[in-house]
Structures are given as C-alpha cells and as structure tokens.
C-alpha cells in the first residue's frame, strides 16, 4: 500500500478521512444491511482506531485523491479464513468501484501471502447488491449461517495462476 488500480487508489486510513468514515458508519443506505447506524460514540471511537491501522484501506478516487469507501481484510473468526469486508459511499455506487477495489485487494493479498489460497466474504442473505457483486469478481457461494438473527451467506474466492483474473 498505497495500491493504484486504473481509477482508483488503496491506501491506509488518515485522520482526515474522518467525514467519510463517519458517513459509512451512519448513512442509511451503507448501514441497510449491516445493522444500522452505529452511535456517534462508537463512529469517533472508530475512526480514530482505523487510523494506520492494518487490514483498514481507504478507497480513494485516483485522479482527485477524494476517499469514497472503506475496504477491510483481516481473519474471519467463524470460518478461520481471511475475509474482505467493503463499503462505498452511495454517490459512488454502480461505476464498477468496488468491484475494481476489491479485485485489486485481492491479487495484492494473494500476491503477498502466498500459504492463503482462500479469501471469503460474508454478507446478509438480503443484501442483494453485495451478492451480485460478489458473483460478479467470480466468488462461490459457500453457506448460509444464521449470525445476530438474521441470515448470512459466505462466498469465497481462490488464488489463480493469474490472481488479477480471480
Ligand atoms: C455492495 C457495494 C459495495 C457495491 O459497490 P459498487 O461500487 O456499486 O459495485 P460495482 O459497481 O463494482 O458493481 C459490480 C457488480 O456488482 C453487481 N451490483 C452492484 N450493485 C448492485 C445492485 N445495486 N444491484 C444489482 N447488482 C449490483 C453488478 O453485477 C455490478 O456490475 P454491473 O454494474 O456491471 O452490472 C455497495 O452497494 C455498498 O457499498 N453497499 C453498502 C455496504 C454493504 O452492504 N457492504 C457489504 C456488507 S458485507
């Protein structure tokens, strides 16, 4: 990191990030399937913890360097695997981003660590866009779980021999 893709660039968390953060902890739309809004409290407390932190990237637009979404990697504590977790400002939906972002996320980690042949994803059964996006990187749905009263689903993505073309 910092990881440039064709529009877009990764990198970690800055303390002036905070308002985009802010707005991917409690826009209604972000937070649709993810819980809801998380209290102003806990927002200051995390925006402050993702600073630098590793495994948190910001996903930032290449030519004007404006952050507009959050990409995570770190360990899937129920299926002990690596798990990407993503969040885009909703201005910025349906331009092919996240896709872009997590495709570059992925061939980097594969690249990086070379013992990991799977990355998963989790997500809420309903959660329709992610799903689809999911599927459309290639991710395999693996299975359903029930997790906070609601249905999850995993998928997951494996190395290549050419990690770009997960
Ligand atoms: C899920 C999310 C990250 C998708 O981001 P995005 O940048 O809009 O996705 P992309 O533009 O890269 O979409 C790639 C493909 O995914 C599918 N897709 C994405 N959003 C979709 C939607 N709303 N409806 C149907 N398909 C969708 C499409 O196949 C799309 O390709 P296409 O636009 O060529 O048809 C975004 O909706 C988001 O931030 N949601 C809120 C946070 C969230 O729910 N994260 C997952 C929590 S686990």
Redesign the pocket.
Known sequence: MPLPTDRLVLRAVQADDDGMLTRIWTDPD?R???GGSVPQDVVRQRNRDFVGKPGKYCVTLRVTGQPI?LLGIGQDHRSGHLEV????LPE?????????AILALLAWAFDRLPDTDVIV????AD????R??LQ?IGAQFVESFGEGGEESVMYAMTRREDPTSV
Not at 92 to 100: F, V
Not at 121 to 124: D, G, I, K, L, V
């Open positions: 972000v649709r399937y993810m979404g977790s993503y969040g885009l910025h939906w349906r331009r092919g981003y996240a896709q872009e994803a989790n997500t809420r959660n329709a866009p992610s689809q996006l459309a």
